[in-house]
């Protein structure tokens, strides 16, 4: 398995602080994506024990729905991408609207993400939109 062999490369290399398991998983099944986590996570864990394992949420699903998954782990980072320039649902919305969206539902999105005995989050990627005046 590649992290495996990645963790082993360098593992020995102080400036190892983290290794992403994938990125931006899609359309896969949740049940095989926690398997290969798992996986993913004990290669590392062979390794070392103090760098950060990264488990991207599949953009497709709800930004929680790891969260009780990963929250078994120790030293594990849930990696959340929100995407508003390539969704339709902000394709007619101005800048204003756009703007309201994100202070108030990825706010709250991020706020619920955070607990006090659970993984951290890092926001990998955060697209806004594009305005084009007419």
Known sequence: MWPQKLVFRY???SGLVAIEL???PQGVNLE????YYQAGYDAV???????YVIMSNPLDRDSKVLLSFA??????VIDVHY??????R???MNVQQNIDFIKKQ???DLSSLTTSNGPLIFVGKFSTFTYTRK
Do not use: I, P, Q
């Not at 864990?45 to 760098?51: L, N």
């Open 11 to 13: 593992s020995n290399r």
């Open 22 to 24: 994938m990125n931006e």
């Open 32 to 35: 095989s994506l926690k398997s």
């Open 45 to 51: 864990r062979k390794h070392t024990s103090s760098a």
């Open 71 to 76: 929250g078994a782990f120790s030293g594990v």
């Open 83 to 88: 995407y508003n320039l390539f969704s339709d």
């Open 90 to 92: 902000f394709s007619n």
């Open 106 to 108: 990825r706010v709250s």
